[in-house]
């Protein structure tokens, strides 16, 4: 999903507006999450991108999306971009910790 949402609209108010891109995000989100994975993949992970435009958008977390949403309404920006990319990962291997046994 690469897409700039306005947030200025004739009929609807801006906090339900929000609520709606909120929703279309999570609706996005679920929506990759639920389809097949490759072979050798375990879990889908996200590139997240967000800003007031694309060229300015920057690198966070997928969990932070509704908090810079949250921080653009409160500044005042009348459209903002989310980029969301999903991808296919795989679990690492867990570091194993040796005890050594001192009497």
């Not at 108010?13 to 929506?31: C, G, N, S, T």
């Not at 999450?33 to 920057?58: I, V």
Request: charged residues 30%.
């Amino acid at each position: 999903m690469k897409k700039t949402f306005t947030l200025t609209h004739p009929k609807l108010k801006p906090a339900r507006l929000v609520d709606a891109i909120k929703y279309e995000i999570k609706k996005y989100f679920k929506r990759e999450r639920n389809k097949q994975l490759p072979t050798g993949a375990d879990y889908w992970a996200f590139d997240c991108r967000f800003g007031t435009s694309e060229a300015e958008a920057e690198q966070v977390f997928p969990s932070d999306i509704n908090k810079q949403i949250d921080a653009a309404v409160a500044q005042g920006a009348t459209e903002f971009y989310v980029e969301i990319i999903a991808k296919a990962a795989e679990y690492g291997a867990r570091p194993t910790i040796i005890e050594d046994e001192q009497d």
